[in-house]
């Protein structure tokens, strides 16, 4: 009989007011890219831990998932994993090579936040 893999949880980071502006940004975008954030995402859950390309590590705990959407666009969810459950704390559409400053100072202060 096949082993089932470990599901980890998946926490979405929560305002103080309640808002979840990851879940909401991957909610405002079509359904096709929906699921395809939603599928690489399982995969970060059911088979941590992921290397490249799917996941890359960031720094200071952070990581990326790598999601291409629809029209080639690049989508980037930043999480973290703690005490046995991942943190999704960012969400973007790539622009840039280069990962945004603004994106990983965000993700890094929900992180602190989720972590405390």
């Given at each position: 009989?096949?082993?089932?893999?470990?599901?980890?949880?998946?926490?979405?980071?929560?305002?103080a007011a309640g808002a979840e502006p990851v879940r909401d940004w991957i909610k405002s975008l079509p359904e096709k890219?929906?699921?395809?954030?939603?599928?690489?995402?399982?995969?970060?859950?059911?088979?941590?831990?992921?290397?490249?390309?799917?996941?890359?590590?960031?720094?200071?705990?952070?990581?990326?998932?790598?999601?291409?959407?629809?029209?080639?666009?690049?989508?980037?969810?930043?999480?973290?994993?703690?005490?046995?459950?991942?943190?999704?704390?960012?969400?973007?559409?790539?622009?840039?090579?280069?990962?945004?400053?603004?994106?990983?100072?965000?993700?890094?202060?929900?992180?602190?936040?989720?972590?405390?």
């Amino acid at each position: 009989m096949a082993k089932r893999p470990r599901k980890i949880p998946v926490l979405f980071y929560r305002s103080a007011a309640g808002a979840e502006p990851v879940r909401d940004w991957i909610k405002s975008l079509p359904e096709k890219d929906q699921h395809a954030i939603g599928l690489d995402l399982m995969r970060v859950q059911f088979g941590w831990p992921i290397g490249m390309p799917l996941c890359r590590a960031l720094d200071n705990g952070l990581w990326e998932v790598r999601t291409t959407l629809s029209d080639d666009r690049q989508a980037r969810v930043l999480f973290f994993f703690h005490e046995g459950r991942i943190g999704v704390v960012a969400g973007f559409i790539k622009k840039s090579q280069k990962t945004p400053q603004s994106e990983l100072d965000l993700a890094r202060e929900r992180m602190k936040e989720m972590k405390s």
